[in-house]
């Protein structure tokens, strides 16, 4: 996947998001010809990629790092400069403060920003999600379960009584 130029746009604008739902939509219909209503946190498993969001972020933090670590004076200035100084002032530490917010890490360390992380972070809210709507419908599937017994149970002991008492009326009535 190639996005020209999206390490120096703002990844936090709103035009970014509008980007990004025409890409799924691109996705769903276009090469995955999935209905356009398929829900959009299953469109990236089913096709391997990260989100568009997601993947811009993971390059505009690999380019500040590089940046960082030019061997450039120039750039290596600048870049430092943007993002220690300007901060919110400069696209670059603009880009790394948001970068650094979605993926929960310090400013200092950029350079954890990767795919690898960025699927942890993606499987793992979907694992969590997953994993609680599993035990939501173990729990039902149980707590029906335990009534369908229970109520079983109370038929039985039910009929069990009523032909105990129907026996009972029996001898009590002469009738064997």
Known sequence: MFVCHSVLWDSNHSAVEDVCIAWRKGLKVQIWQLPLRTHTGIVAPICGLLPLRLE???RC???IVKCLKSSN???RSIAIHGLYVQRMRSPVGR???HCASVFEVPLFDLAGINKKSAWSLLHGDYLVKVTLIVLLNVSVLFSFYFLFFFFLF???CTIFMLNKLHH???VDCGIS
């Open 56 to 58: 811009l972020m993971c």
């Open 61 to 63: 933090a690999g380019f």
């Open 73 to 75: 004076g120039v750039v």
């Open 95 to 97: 880009n790394a403060q």
């Open 154 to 156: 109370v038929c039985s």
């Open 168 to 170: 009972q009326v029996y």
